[in-house]
């Protein structure tokens, strides 16, 4: 039998042999613009059949979408489905999802898109992202909205409510490093790390005692630049030091 595996037919790249009767063998095969099609050996080997369905009906320019957003949006899902070339491949075809053989057909694609709500500042978005595309596990959403339905977005739980890190951050006035860093890289319980004041909060910020010495040691960093002012016998003249030093070299 003849592997025709990875040869090109046009726009067609071969895939894999799929199924076969006595007469003809039939391969997979994928389009260059994501789009896949099933082919008869001898249509492909004497240049019958040169791409996949959508892009024949697009070289006809039957259905007139060609150039919309709608279109790109339908061959990019494909793309990154099927083809190992994709920059994104890893993220979806490399996991498993796949697009449902109906909507390989884009007017099929097409009429359930505008029947559920399509407009082109909105994007698709998966309902569980450990599924493929699909009609039920589909919606159209805007952008911002997609962002955070994807798996590496951060969920916490305090008293039964449920918010993304970012919103717990945002919620309790600090930065979201800030409260990455806490959680996610130190591993600091949630409620500790948002009840946690932040060190620039702080009022004694640079104010250190040193046991060693049994003094307060006073250190102001600016712009990446370390002041060592001195060492206090109270931690209230280390403060009136860091504050007289900070004003006078215009450092607040």
């Not at 898109?113 to 994007?123: F, I, W």
């Not at 790390?193 to 640079?206: E, I, M």
Request: glycine share 8%.
């Amino acid at each position: 039998m003849e592997n025709l595996a990875q040869l090109k037919f046009g726009s067609l790249l071969v895939i894999g042999l799929v199924k076969y009767n006595n007469a003809y063998r039939h391969w997979l095969c994928l389009c260059d613009c994501g789009g896949t099609k099933i082919v008869r050996k001898d249509r492909l080997t004497n240049g019958e059949v040169k791409c996949c369905d959508a892009c024949k009906i697009d070289a006809h320019t039957t259905h007139g979408w060609s150039k919309t957003r709608l279109y790109s949006t339908w061959t990019s899902m494909l793309h990154r489905t099927e083809s190992k070339k994709a920059h994104n491949y890893s993220a979806y075809g490399g996991k498993g999802i796949k697009v449902c053989d109906e909507w390989k057909d884009f007017l099929i694609f097409k009429d359930w898109a505008v029947k559920n709500g399509y407009t082109d500042d909105l994007t698709i978005d998966r309902i569980d992202n450990n599924k493929g595309y699909y009609p039920r596990n589909c919606r159209w959403v805007p952008s911002e909205a997609q962002a955070r339905n994807k798996t590496s977005n951060l969920y916490y739980t305090i008293n039964g409510e449920c918010k993304l890190l970012k919103d717990w951050a945002e919620e309790y006035g600090f930065k979201y490093l800030t409260i990455y860093t806490r959680v996610v890289l130190k591993g600091m319980d949630i409620e500790e790390a948002l009840n946690t004041p932040s060190v620039r909060d702080d009022p004694y910020r640079g104010v250190c005692y040193c046991s060693a010495r049994d003094k307060w040691e006073v250190r102001v960093t600016k712009n990446k630049q370390t002041y060592r002012i001195g060492r206090f016998d109270s931690k209230e003249e280390g403060l009136k030091a860091r504050n007289k030093f900070m004003k006078e070299n215009g450092l607040i």
